[in-house]
């Protein structure tokens, strides 16, 4: 995975929007019921998927839409008391990310970026917390903020180590990005043989994480 050029650690934005629509994704799927908060022409795959067809925003319309339409409207998402956290934590990112890019054409090759990421992919989550680490470290606010990322090596070690089984639980109170659930998810999945056993695979870790922006790319 490479980085694209001049792409601004100040502007998550992107990358908390297409973690939003990935989210959505799992939860439309196992609850039809469930209701985006969203408004459907600024979801993810409305909008930024670039299709090759001449239609894709960039430049000059996509840095408008940006700015005027995309992150002001989440930024003021309506949130209530009764409002699920699913839904509610939309709100929570968007309103401390501001979009500082003043290059359409960059931004849209940053997109295209963000969309190639498989969040399926064991290599690509792992991948997509070290971004996250990076922005940390240069923005200098990992430390300060008691944010501070575990190496891929570091969890699939330890891990290996605690040697789960499937039936059982892994539990991660202070999540983060999800480094260690993802190891446990990796090594789990290689226990499964039935649909019984993937039933229990799916039930088998349990993460909290208190900041917004985190525990939406977990």
Not at 198 to 216: D, F, N, Q, T
């Amino acid at each position: 995975m490479t980085a694209t050029p001049n792409a601004s650690p100040n502007s998550p934005g992107c990358c908390s929007s297409r973690s939003t629509t990935r989210k959505e994704a799992d939860w439309e799927f196992h609850n039809p019921a469930y209701q985006s908060i969203i408004p459907k022409h600024l979801r993810w795959r409305s909008w930024a998927p670039d299709r090759k067809d001449g239609r894709s925003k960039t430049g000059e319309e996509l840095l408008t839409f940006l700015n005027t339409e995309l992150f002001p409207v989440l930024k003021s998402l309506p949130i209530t008391a009764s409002t699920p956290l699913s839904q509610s934590v939309v709100r929570a990112v968007f309103e401390d990310s501001n979009q500082y890019m003043k290059d359409g054409i960059l931004i849209r090759q940053l997109v295209n970026l963000i969309d190639e990421i498989d969040f399926e992919d064991y290599t690509d989550r792992h991948a997509f917390g070290e971004i996250y680490e990076t922005l940390l470290k240069e923005l200098q606010s990992a430390g300060s903020s008691g944010e501070y990322y575990t190496p891929r090596a570091v969890t699939d070690f330890m891990i290996e180590m605690i040697n789960p089984r499937l039936g059982e639980t892994v539990a991660d109170f202070a999540a983060g990005t999800a480094g260690f659930l993802t190891s446990t998810l990796k090594h789990l999945d290689e226990q499964v043989e039935s649909v019984e056993d993937r039933e229990a695979y799916r039930s088998s870790v349990y993460g909290i994480e208190k900041k917004p922006m985190p525990y939406l790319l977990a």
